[in-house]
């Protein structure tokens, strides 16, 4: 019976400490690891015309917040063509449907802060069709990067079944 007392404390414990670490997150500049964080507050905000993403080409990933509502978290992101993508993958899975808001909250409200190197960027996101001729180097750059599985042959195939779904961040 002690033991099961002890357990049970030590589980309240972990879990007011969760909550301690997740909310303390969500009040910060910026996500933590993979716990959502506050509106990206910090760092020089960029004015005129985009840059030429290549520089970024390599960088795993940035953080990303929708304006409204403000959290930001940690994504991927690929360059191809001097143009800066991001994927929203498992979209038609149990685990994606419970994890992933932002894209549905994007399809209300596509304005975006990005922040890369300590330098915001404000723009927005635009999905992308199962037509859009950048697909396949999309999908070439994810597989590239992150050794995920993505057939760029496929990535229209993923696009229209709504498996994954493919942005350009663009200026607003």
């Given at each position: ?18 909550g ?9 500049d ?31 990933e940035?953080?990303f ?65 199962p ?42």
């Amino acid at each position: 019976m002690r033991i099961l007392k002890w357990l049970g404390g030590l589980l309240a414990a972990l879990v007011l400490a969760f909550g301690v670490l997740v909310l303390v997150a969500r009040l910060g500049d910026g996500p933590t690891a993979i716990l959502p964080g506050g509106p990206l507050e910090a760092g020089e905000l960029h004015v005129g015309a985009f840059p030429d993403w290549s520089f970024a080409r390599d960088i795993p990933e940035m953080e990303f917040q929708l304006v409204d509502p403000p959290v930001s978290r940690t994504i991927w992101l690929q360059v191809v063509d001097k143009q800066l993508y991001l994927v929203s993958g498992y979209m038609n899975s149990t685990v994606g449907k419970l994890w992933k808001h932002w894209p549905m909250q994007a399809e209300k409200d596509p304005r975006a802060v990005i922040r890369i190197d300590g330098v915001r960027y404000e723009g927005k996101i635009v999905r992308l069709g199962p037509d859009d001729p950048a697909l396949p180097g999309i999908a070439s750059e994810v597989a590239r990067k992150y050794g995920a599985p993505m057939d760029p042959k496929r990535a229209p195939e993923i696009a229209a079944s709504g498996d994954a779904w493919f942005y350009a961040f663009v200026p607003r």
